[in-house]
Structures are given as structure tokens and as C-alpha cells.
């Protein structure tokens, strides 16, 4: 009911859509552009977009479907206007928020690796992972969000985590032979 009063210009409406989707958005730009700073601005771009092309939106089909995809172009879009990457170090200040300082520089490498297995991914499958494992989104929605076959979706999800196991050693089949 809120994407309908959005879409008949009630702008309260569109901000508690904002609010309610606003995580799930910044969570699939960061997986895209890989950039807390770049997450942010696509985040805002999409939803800008999301407000000026309010008037598109097929009010019968799911409002988060039709947002996501706005974000995935946001972010793709910036990740091509961005001609240098930028690497920003942790800080150091932050708060502890594990109990000890070896759980927390242990979760530090854990998200680091993560991050760097992400980015190592081609973005079509990143996204596609991100919002299946992430989002909970059905390989269906996730096809509508990206516009491709959801066979294609089902394969990128496939690869793109036997990608991270490898990638985080949590799969060897190699170490798993030399074992037996």
C-alpha cells in the first residue's frame, strides 16, 4: 500500500519505504561497489531515481524487486564512473565489539576475507549471491531485479559460492584427497 500511495505522489509514503528498505539497499551496494563511501552514495542515488521514476513502478508487482534493480544499476554506475579504486583502511579507534581483541581481529579477517572473495567475483555474480544469501530474494525475484533467465541466476548463485568456499578454504577437494 505504501509503493501505491508513493506512486500517487504522497512523499510521507516514499519515505517509509526508504525506511523500510534502506538496509537491504545499502547491503547490495556495498557488495557491488565493495566501498562503505560508494555504498553510501549509490544507496542515495538509487533512491533518488526510485523517487523520480516513482510514476513507473507497476503497482502490481513487489515494490522491492523494482527498488533492488534501481540500486544494482546505481552502484554498477558508479562503479564505472569510479576510474581509481580506493582502499580505505580500518580504524584503528573504532569500538571493540567482540568480547577479546583476538575475537574481534579474528572477525576483522573473517570480513576482510569475505570482502576480498566478494570482490573477486564476477559483480553479475555478487549481486546474485548477495541477494539470495543476503536478502532472502527467490532466484525468480532476483532474475526480475537483474533481467536475465533465473537458470542464469540459479548457475551464478552456484558458482559464485563454490567461488567463496574456495576462496575462504572452507571447500578444498584437493586437501580432502590428500587426507584419506
Known sequence: MLAVQATAGDRDAFGALVERHQAAVRRLTRAVTGDAHDADDAAQDAFLSALDRIETYDA???FGPWLMRIA????????RRRTVRRADALDERAPSRG???ASDAEAAEIRARLGAALA???ERQRVAVTLFDVEGYSHAEIAAVL???EGTVRSDVFHARRALRV??????????????
Open 72 to 79: 544494482t544499476n546505481a552502484s554498477i554506475d558508479l562503479v
Open 120 to 122: 573477486a567475483l564476477p
Open 60 to 62: 502490481s508487482r513487489p
Open 99 to 101: 568480547p577479546t581483541p
Open 147 to 149: 533481467e536475465i533467465p
Open 167 to 180: 576462496s575462504l578454504e572452507v571447500y578444498d577437494p584437493g586437501k580432502q584427497l590428500e587426507e584419506r
